[in-house]
């Protein structure tokens, strides 16, 4: 009796097979006149009541146009507030300000290790055109000459260090990115 019961209170929604039954049954069978005339009544009020809203519905869109035409606002500025307003709602993301945070220490360190490199190359210039009182670089130092003095391996491990210090940075923020994922 229990399995009866709870079958007349189905909580499940309407499937698509039981809208089809209720949709090919006919229940005028199972009015009697009045009852028809009643839900006929009734039907014609709801069609009133939605062609009117439907009205009211345009006329409120009509008289909002003409307020912001009023106003001076046209489709033109309101894409430029939406955009606007999305980009401000996207650079207070997380994600946005942890990328613009990483984006501008890496900026920091490329500025401060192209300054390292720029100040090795004066220094080497600088090395170089006191030895060579004189003459041309071309006359005082050959290239292999050039490439074996000290001052050159001094910045040519500048440089590697450099770069592999960048590329330590982008692996261990890479790897921190990942695992905060």
Same mark, same amino acid.
């Given at each position: 009796?229990?399995?009866? !019961? ?16 209720? !949709?090919?049954?006919?229940? *005028?069978?199972?009015? *009697? ?6 839900? $006929? ?8 009541? +939605? ?9 409120? %869109?009509?008289?909002?146009?003409? +307020? ?5 606002? /046209?489709?033109? /500025? ?5 955009? &606007? $307003? *999305?980009?401000?709602?996207?650079? @207070?993301? @997380?994600?946005?300000?942890? #990328?613009?945070? @990483? ?7 490329? #500025?401060?290790?192209?300054? /390292?490199?720029?100040? !090795?190359? =004066? $220094? $080497?210039?600088?090395?170089?055109? =006191? ?5 041309? +670089?071309?006359?005082? +130092? &050959?290239?292999?000459?050039?490439? /074996? &003095?000290? @001052?050159?391996? =001094?910045? %040519? %491990?500048?440089?590697?260090? #450099?770069? #592999? &210090? ?7 923020? *890479? ?7």
């Amino acid at each position: 009796m229990e399995a009866q !019961a709870q079958g007349l209170l189905e909580t499940e929604p309407l499937q698509e097979r039981d809208e089809d039954a209720v !949709a090919s049954a006919d229940f *005028s069978s199972m009015l *009697s006149e009045e009852e028809k005339q009643e839900l $006929k009544a009734e039907l014609v009020q709801l069609e009133d009541e +939605i062609t009117t809203l439907r009205q009211v519905l345009s006329a409120k %869109e009509r008289h909002l146009v003409e +307020i912001k035409q009023k106003l001076g606002m /046209n489709l033109m /500025n309101e894409l430029k507030q939406n955009f &606007s $307003k *999305s980009w401000h709602d996207m650079q @207070t993301t @997380t994600a946005y300000k942890k #990328t613009h945070e @990483t984006l501008s220490h890496a900026g920091q360190k490329a #500025t401060a290790a192209f300054s /390292n490199v720029g100040t !090795a190359i =004066s $220094k $080497k210039f600088g090395d170089m055109r =006191s030895h060579s009182i004189g003459y041309s +670089i071309r006359h005082s +130092i &050959s290239m292999p000459a050039m490439r /074996n &003095s000290p @001052t050159f391996k =001094s910045f %040519e %491990e500048r440089v590697e260090t #450099t770069v #592999t &210090s960048l590329k330590v940075f982008f692996r261990r923020r *890479s790897y921190e990115e990942a695992k905060e994922e």
